[in-house]
């Protein structure tokens, strides 16, 4: 099969790789209808994030089951299942408190790499939620969304605890920040405000249900967002960037007893306890247990309530990978899509 | 009258000090009934935290109302009374949301230190609680104990969500410590795992209510905490000691999904986002807003459901302030109560 694999900084190729098979018996094999590029693949494409060798890229997958290990029993072939980026048994005491993420048997969600045409997926049971039903091809990119950066910026808005009557601030205007706002939105935040300055994205929150844009960034990003919440800091924000800046700009924007919920994959990260302690914030986030969230959202999408996938402005075909990844880094496109 | 000065590091003494008297409408002037020295006081005693001069000491208090300003209604002269060491109105949205210690229009709440015969508190209205009628004299140091530690354990307690089901690990046992220990028993939690090495302090937890003693510190310490709760760490923690080590022993000790509870002053702690990010806790804490606790907490008090004075191991005259200063930085004292 074909699947993109990172060789170097800037260095994608999409290439011959093994068909993956069954290796334990809670495994499942999926034939992808689509996967995309992560703003984490990033990382490393701009090598900020070592690689060690030639690495499989992707973890953002929807498909159909061909075949499932002896001892899988819930996830059938022929279904049309959604997954994400870590593979969880969701029986153990860590899952059934909501954290898939740390699930005590995790293992990466796309083993073989998500970014390809066929993929083993561990834990098949815990790990994949199926679809009522095969879904209508139109759906296919917002349930391809669901499988991370849905799932991501649902699970910032709920740490922010975000919801009736509070006013939400969001940094980060990528999509898992975009899509913050949309789950905002959907939780019933009062008043979303998007800081951005890219026009297209500012567009996408407005669509997503922002109610204000801010421009400002830093002490004075902070500033506008004090003005726009009595002076005192919004009640949620929401951080999808994971810069020392991000994660200050985070905390200061939001008001003593408030909630920052942070999801941008942290790097070079390091918090002042003094200020955090006064600041008198709660902080929560983390990667993702997408997983959670995944029943409701597929619901939420099959009935057309939200539109999630609106965040991939660029569709390609896997073999044209290296493009897509071109394109996010030079933020000509906010997400993309890859077709296998 | 006379109060307690601090001059220089180790240089605690007692002197004549100016009566305070109402400055502003909403002052109200209290004749102190016991006051105490708290664990932060060592900071500035200790020399860690600098000093601007000579500084009246104190911030614990209760006692009865003399007199008070032309704008305060609720607070009358006779009254037996509980305030805590933030002064704040009680009124605006952050009051409200139950973080009184960032008030809008937070002041210092013993504006003339505490550690005296007498005192000045602004925003009576907002900041003291009046006792049920006289308290029988065997209860004042419950009281005072609910002005400062027992109200900071309370917060920390909550922060972290100790309740019914949890395992809840207390990193610190000094008197807040100790309280949060009490205030998760209340709160019913189901194991309480007491963090110390020191004989006098594990027996008042575990009088307190602590399940488990653990006596290990660092990496140890966490890996006994795992050991005692399944092999995932704690639900809850509670960090009352503000250093590097124990914010991350706290860290480390609590479960994916857990929470942290952090109420000790936080001083050159820097906290490594990378790690908070993959540990998936909840971060909570800062200087607690004890006005939200006072109401529930003398009602337990006066109906003698919890014991909290017991945390007052050496009591002493206010002239013999230094002594209890000593006594507490050389952990010959958990702490020191002073009748004035």
Known sequence: MRGTVLYAPGDVRV????EPTIEQ??????????????????WPYRGIEKI????????????????VGRDVSTIKPGQFVVGSFFASDN?????????????????????TGGQAQRLRVPLADGTLVATPGMPDDDLIPSLLAASDVLGTGW???????AGPGTTVAV???????LLGVLAATQLGAERIIMMSRHEPRQRLALEFGATDIVTERGDEGVARIKDLSNGLGAHSVIEAVGTQESMMQAIRATRAGGHVGYV???????????????????????PAPVRRFL????????HREIDPGKVFDLELPLEQAAEGYRAMDERRAIKTLLRP
Chains 1, 2 share one sequence.
């Open 91 to 111: 029986t153990c005491e860590i899952c059934r408190a909501g954290y898939q993420t740390h699930c005590v048997n995790r293992q990466p969600g796309a083993a």
């Open 52 to 67: 060690d060798g030639p690495s499989p890229m992707g973890h953002e997958y929807v498909g159909i089951v061909e075949e």
């Open 155 to 161: 699970f910032a808005a709920v740490a922010a605890q």
């Open 25 to 42: 018996p809670t495994d499942a094999v999926l034939r992808l209808a689509a996967t995309c590029v992560c703003g984490s693949d990033l």
């Open 15 to 18: 290439e011959d790789r093994p």
């Open 264 to 286: 941008g994959v942290s790097h070079g990260v390091s918090l002042p306890g003094e200020e955090l302690f006064f600041s008198g914030v709660h902080l929560h986030g983390g």
């Open 171 to 177: 940094v980060g205007d990528g999509a898992v920040g």
């Open 295 to 302: 029943p409701d959202l597929i619901d939420r999408i099959c």
